[in-house]
């Protein structure tokens, strides 16, 4: 079977492919493709991204696609920056920007009050009436300055309740096993080895 990763992300492959590899699937990215589009994420929910990015990547290779749209959540803010966290500080921006925009925000909220929740949702789409979604989360906190240099997006800010680890200074293996995107992931590999079975 193969299996087309919705995603120019490659840290996102990375972490994928780090736990997808073991199934006897033929994992596609992007850079097997001629024309694979950056699908406009303006759904208002990580559920509506996920599937229209899985469903655009489906219909133009013709092959089972896998999208995952992922969110951080901070209860301090209201839940921002959420479905937008891609692009906290604008359009265009690098994850420093976003970083710097989310610390400048929480800068008067003391520690203790700092929780944060990563959301991920991923959608399989395997043929036009074939859709599994599932969901993983990872609870922790906001930290008031950056840690580790692993990782991406704001995971050097993300902090674990237990460790006082930042996910930054994680494997990507360590990272795997607790975060969203990782228990998202154990479930549509369940799926994914009934399917291939
Ligand atoms: P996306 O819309 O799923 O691409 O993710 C939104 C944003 O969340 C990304 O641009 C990253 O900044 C951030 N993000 C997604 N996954 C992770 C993660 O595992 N760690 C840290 N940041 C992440």
Redo the contacts with the bound molecule.
């Keep these: 079977m193969k299996l087309v990763l919705a995603?120019h992300?490659k840290?996102?492959i990375t972490?994928i492919k780090a736990l997808l590899q073991v199934l006897p699937i033929n994992i596609l990215t992007f850079q097997e493709f001629v024309r694979f589009p950056d699908v406009v994420?303006d759904m208002d929910t990580?559920e509506g991204?996920?599937e229209k990015k899985a469903r655009e990547i489906f219909k133009i290779t013709g092959m089972p696609a896998l999208a995952?749209?992922?969110?951080?959540f901070v209860d301090a803010i209201n839940g921002e920056?959420g479905?937008?966290?891609?692009?906290?500080a604008g359009e265009n921006v690098t994850?420093a920007d976003?970083?710097e925009k989310l610390l400048r925000e929480m800068a008067d909220i003391p520690d203790g009050k700092r929780d944060a929740a990563?959301k991920?949702v991923i959608v399989l789409i395997m043929s036009k009436d074939e859709k599994y979604i599932v969901e993983g989360r990872c609870e922790g906190y906001i930290g008031v300055e950056e840690k580790g240099t692993k990782?991406?997006?704001?995971?050097s800010i993300?902090y674990l309740h237990d460790t006082g680890k930042s996910?930054?200074e994680l494997a990507v293996e360590e990272?795997n096993k607790i975060?969203?995107?990782g228990r998202a992931l154990q479930k549509i590999k369940k799926i994914l080895e009934k399917i291939t079975k």
């Excluded at 995952?68 to 951080?72: A, F, I, K, R, S």
């Excluded at 990782?151 to 995971?155: A, E, K, L, M, V």
């Design positions: 995603t992300n840290d996102k972490e994420e990580l991204n996920a995952d749209d992922t969110g951080l920056p479905v937008f966290s891609s692009r906290y994850y976003n970083r990563f991920t990782g991406f997006g704001y995971d993300f996910f930054a990272k975060s969203h995107r």
